[in-house]
T-cell receptor, first 115, second 112 residues
Framework: NAGVTQTPKFQVLKTGQSMTLQCAQD?????MYWYRQDPGMGLRLIYY?????TTDKGEVPNGYNVSRLNKREFSLRLESAAPSQTSVYFC?????WGSGANVLTFGAGSRLTVL | QKEVEQNSGPLSVPEGAIASLNCTYS??????FFWYRQYSGKSPELIMF????GDKEDGRFTAQLNKASQYVSLLIRDSQPSDSATYLC????????????FGKGTRLHILP
């Protein structure tokens, strides 16, 4: 089992360029997430998807779009990249344990630099 | 004010001592509470979660939850240098089990 796979691992963009971060999970999880992590800021939720066909905004959705392509895949798109979007991006998926707690499994992260 | 608050640290603890990490949250409706550990340059990984008031123990780790006071803590007994990491508190908010928000994390440094 690969768990959660993110691509690419590293990317450098120029201001105004667009790109898509890809995420796939093979654990049959219903929920998927995109977080960004900046120094001293912890993880901030960008968007999440509770199930195939649904997406919801998190704490910092501006400048991003997402697509839940199917149960396995959840992509994050930057339409016009800005230097403020320089960050490490983590994709995660979750399963609900019997108590209702959603335990997150994270991908390895994608480091994005916008010049 | 962020909805999940943690002291950013760094918290320095001698090897073998107890490390105490705290987290407060704003949403009284939150039902489950998570502690993740993140080593530098790595992804977060789950340490434990708790959803009932009181203590939950797992090896050297104990999570404590007080819903009335809206705080959750993590105690690490017999701290080891390998415990040096950032500890992230996570809480589902707005009555959504899947809308999971993290605190900024506390950097823990265990002194050999």
């Amino acid at each position: 089992n690969a768990g959660v796979t993110q691509t690419p691992k590293f990317q450098v963009l120029k201001t105004g360029q667009s790109m898509t971060l890809q995420c796939a999970q093979d654990m049959n999880h219903n929920s998927m997430y995109w977080y960004r992590q900046d120094p001293g800021m912890g993880l901030r939720l960008i968007y999440y998807s509770a199930s195939e066909g649904t997406t919801d905004k998190g704490e910092v959705p501006n400048g991003y779009n997402v697509s839940r392509l199917n149960k396995r895949e959840f992509s994050l798109r930057l339409e016009s990249a800005a230097p403020s979007q320089t960050s490490v991006y983590f994709c995660a998926s979750s399963e609900a344990w019997g108590s209702g707690a959603n335990v997150l499994t994270f991908g390895a992260g994608s480091r994005l630099t916008v010049l | 004010q962020k909805e999940v608050e943690q002291n950013s640290g760094p918290l320095s603890v001698p090897e073998g001592a107890i490390a105490s990490l705290n987290c407060t949250y704003s949403d009284r409706g939150s039902q489950s509470f998570f502690w993740y550990r993140q080593y530098s340059g790595k992804s977060p990984e789950l340490i434990m979660f708790i959803y009932s008031n009181g203590d939950k123990e797992d090896g050297r780790f104990t999570a404590q939850l007080n819903k009335a006071s809206q705080y959750v803590s993590l105690l690490i007994r017999d701290s080891q240098p390998s415990d040096s990491a950032t500890y992230l508190c996570a809480v589902p908010l707005e009555n959504r089990d899947d809308k999971i928000i993290f605190g900024k994390g506390t950097r823990l440094h265990i002194l050999p």
